[in-house]
């Protein structure tokens, strides 16, 4: 009776393999008449050829043998600033590998392989229980990702911190906070009617995010990761359901398996894409800020100002009064954060006065010279 049992998941495991040969390409690849034993995969890992290790990673996944972890985490080491497309593949396989068998190399690791597949790297982060490296690891990679692509790394590794309510992530928002005055001088009868726009400047995208398909002979199926973000508009699809990190701009990711030998014909990050504003914005660093605070008021990015034209002296004044608005609003903000212990009073102490832009729209019909803003 055992014997038949084990004759027909061979002739099963046969049939899987046959099945699946066609859709390699025809790519020579490591044979077995079943799926292979440990020692099989563990011999392709333990190669010299970077092919090899390729499908050592490959069938890693495809058996869920998680007690190549060790193996894996060397061939990483050894690959990963590689510039040759076998060491791409190496790392591709090794980290799909990772993935697959809910596994994960060092932190170390990750923040070193991070700037090659972001992607991967920030999957398998996320996957890592909160702590003071993992904590410490984003926090640094957080200020790489500003203004790169379109922000979902950046997103990402934000969502992560607020999770973890990790030490640093507020002083890391603040940093670059700039809030905006806007005022409009108008003729005293006409204010009412006056009314200001607050909204940014529109964004757009733009850029090359895919690559020329090369061809790798011998290499496995290849498996491509991309992150994406979540949106809650019906009228906007959501190509992945597979969660990286849920937040104010939550973010999942797609895995896709190109063709075997060839190499990735997409990016697997967004750095090949531009967008403008750049990201994080104003609106980004006080979205999250609010979040660390459960919903508590944070200052808004603009303060709008209708200010009828009644002589200079008047008009400074109304300068002055919006400045300290500002002012107070920001430090209501610093003294949230630390009741609810996410900044320290050495934080707290590096941002005393906020960066404060006063920009000024005049509708008045006769337009005689404003006093500087800027300098009071």
């Known amino acids: ?33 079943s799926m292979p034993t440990p020692a099989q995969v563990r011999a392709l890992l333990q190669s010299d050829d970077p092919k090899s290790k390729s499908w050592g990673a490959w069938w890693t996944a495809q058996a869920q043998m998680r007690q190549m ?31 697959q068998i809910s596994g994960s190399p060092t932190v170390d690791l990750l923040k070193a392989v991070f700037s090659r597949r972001p992607s991967q790297s920030l999957i398998l982060l996320s996957r890592i229980p909160a702590s003071p490296s993992v904590d410490s690891a984003l926090l640094e990679l957080l200020l790489t990702q500003e203004g790169r692509g379109t922000g979902v790394e950046w997103y990402a590794m934000a969502d992560l911190l607020l999770a973890h309510r990790a030490q640093g992530f507020a002083a890391s928002l603040l ?16 204010c009412e009617k006056m009314m200001l726009s607050v909204s940014g400047p529109p964004m757009g995208v733009g850029g090359e995010g895919m690559l020329p398909v090369v061809s790798v002979p011998g290499a496995p199926p290849w498996p491509i990761y991309t992150l994406r973000r979540v949106f809650d508009h019906q009228a ?119 960066l404060i832009e006063i920009s000024v729209s005049d509708v008045r019909e006769v337009k005689t010279p404003l006093p500087d803003v800027q300098s009071r």
């Open 175 to 190: 940093r670059n906070i700039k809030l905006t005055g806007r005022i409009t001088v108008c003729d005293p009868s006409d």
């Open 1 to 33: 009776m055992r014997s038949a049992r084990l004759l027909q998941m061979k002739a099963a495991a046969i049939a899987i393999l046959t099945f699946l040969l066609p859709m390699f390409g025809g790519v020579q690849q490591p044979q077995f008449e």
């Open 236 to 354: 906007i699809p959501s190509f992945s359901t597979t969660i990286v990190a849920s937040g104010p701009v939550t973010i999942a990711y797609n895995r896709r398996v190109g063709a075997a030998g060839s190499s990735p014909s997409e990016q697997q990050s967004s750095y090949g894409w531009q967008v403008v504003p750049r990201i994080p914005t104003v609106a980004d660093r006080l979205k999250y800020l609010s979040a660390l605070l459960s919903l508590a008021n944070v200052p808004d990015e603009f303060e709008v100002r209708s200010v009828p034209w009644m002589g200079t002296d008047n008009f400074i004044a109304e300068i002055a009064r919006l400045r300290e608005n500002i002012r107070q609003k920001h430090t209501t903000l610093l003294q949230l954060l630390r009741a609810n212990g996410v900044l320290s009073a050495q934080e707290a102490a590096d941002f005393p006065e906020p």
């Open 69 to 99: 972890e060790p193996l894996l985490q060397k061939n990483l080491e050894q690959h990963y600033q590689g510039k040759t497309l076998l060491d791409e593949a190496v790392v591709d396989q090794t980290l799909d590998a990772y993935i």
